[in-house]
């Protein structure tokens, strides 16, 4: 079956940086577009990085120039770089396989996240 496992998340001063991965298996790896999401307790899960099977990018606003994702298609792995992290980037990352659309989640069901936490 389709699963998502991330890892690398952890407690960080502001400024700092972090490596997250994700270990995605069950399909075709590189025949999706992957992405990242975020999401706060009480708020709705965030979309904040896109990478198209052929390496192409999208960010959100909040994290342009600051995060940068990749992949390792032979791997089946997806890597999202952080720096200049903010207490604002606080939350749960998840990873995830995308429609053709690059906005659509399919509806796997979600791996266990690996909690960020920004604070002095």
């Known amino acids: 079956q389709v699963q998502f496992v991330e890892s690398g998340g952890g407690l960080v001063q502001p400024g700092g940086s972090l490596r997250l991965s994700c270990a995605a298996s069950?399909?075709?790896?590189?025949?999706?577009?992957m992405g990242w999401y975020r999401q706060v307790p009480g708020k709705q899960r965030e979309l904040v990085a896109t990478?198209?099977?052929?390496?192409?990018?999208n960010y959100a606003d909040s994290v342009k120039g600051r995060f940068t994702i990749s992949r390792d298609n032979a791997k089946g792995a997806l890597y999202l770089q952080m720096n200049s992290l903010k207490p604002e980037d606080t939350a749960v990352y998840y990873c995830?396989?995308?429609?053709?659309?690059?906005?659509?989640?399919?509806?796997?069901?979600w791996g266990q996240g690996t909690q960020v936490t920004v604070s002095s």
């Open positions: 995830g396989r995308l429609s053709g659309d690059a906005k659509t989640r399919v509806s796997d069901s």
């Open positions: 990478i198209t099977n052929g390496g192409s990018e």
């Open positions: 069950g399909f075709i790896f590189n025949w999706y577009i």
